[in-house]
Structures are given as C-alpha cells and as structure tokens.
C-alpha cells in the first residue's frame, strides 16, 4: 500500500514537473516573442524617427536653399535697380552735360564768328614793291577821311616814313629784338603819315 501511493505521488510529481515545464517554456517564448516584438516596435520607432529626422532635415534645407535664392534673387533685383538708377543717372548727367557742353561750344562758335567777321586779315609786308604804297594811301584814307594830297608825294613820304621807323626801331633794341607785329608798324606808319602831311616844311 505504501509502495502504491509512493508510486502515485511520485508520478504526480513528474506530472506536475513536467506541467511547470511547459508553463515555463510556454513563458520563455512568451517573453522572448514580448522581447522580439518590442525590439521590432524599437526598430520601427527608430526607423520612423529616423525617416522624421532626415524629413525635418530636408525640408530644412529645402527652406534655407529657398531663403538663400529669395535673398539673392532679391539681392540680384536690388543690384539691377541701382545699376538702372546709375545709368539712368549718367544718362541723364551725360545728356546735361552735353547740353551744357553744346551751349558752351555754341557760344564760343558765335564769338569766334563775331571775332572772325571784325578781325580781317591784313597781306601787308615789308616789301617796297609798287602795291605798298597805293595801300598804304587807301589805309590812310580810311583812317583818315579828310585826308587829300597828291598822289606823286605818297611814296616818297612813304619810304621817308618807313626809314624813320625803321631807324626809331634800330635806336631802341640796344640790349635785344623788340619784335613789332605788323598791326602796330603799320598804325605807326600811318601816324607818321598823317604827321609828315601836317607839318610838309619839314621833310
């Protein structure tokens, strides 16, 4: 009888042994499966936040590279329009200026031309050819208008004048040439004529 229940117990111990083994193999996969499935969802969360991170990544970017072409095509819109302005500005400085410079070389035109149209030019040289002395006598007739006088004494006073100045010239150049323009030789030739007349005792 002993024998019986020991045998029985005994095998109600392996019995149970044996349930507790499933039991725990049971929880074993159990936690390994639970283990499995959240290193997965740990996967999963990683990727997405991965994937999340590299999307905030991107569009950050995205917004910077759109920034940074906004500013430069504002930048480039800026430098047009100053560039615009500029030659605007020069152009408009350029066609003042060109006004100005106009009117300027319009106003020197005209007082060259008045200048030109008083100032003729006199083909008088030193010469004793015959034409010296009829001009000379038409130069005195002009400054002179009431001058009259035969005209076979003219080059004879002429010539007479003429010697004077020239003696008159060669006295005062004792230290150099004094250089007289034909104008002013001229004037002192028709002063000397217009003397000479006056006082005709003395030649």
Known sequence: MHTSRLQSLIEA????????????IALVN?????????????????EHEKERQNRLAEEKERKEQEEARRKQDEDAKKKKA???MTQQYSGFQQRQDGKRGAKKQT??????????ERKKPLNVDYSTGPEDPLLLAQLASVVFPGLSMSSMFLPLQITLLQARVQNSVAH?????IIRISLKVLLCIKVIFFSFRLNTPGEI
């Open 82 to 84: 100053l560039t615009n």
């Open 172 to 176: 005062i150049c004792t230290k150099g």
């Open 13 to 24: 111990h392996f019995i149970q042994r044996k349930k507790d083994e499933e039991e725990l």
């Open 107 to 116: 106003e020197r035109e005209k007082k060259r031309k008045i200048l030109a």
């Open 30 to 46: 159990r936690i390994e499966k639970r283990r499995a499935e959240r290193a997965e969802q740990q996967r999963i969360r990683t």
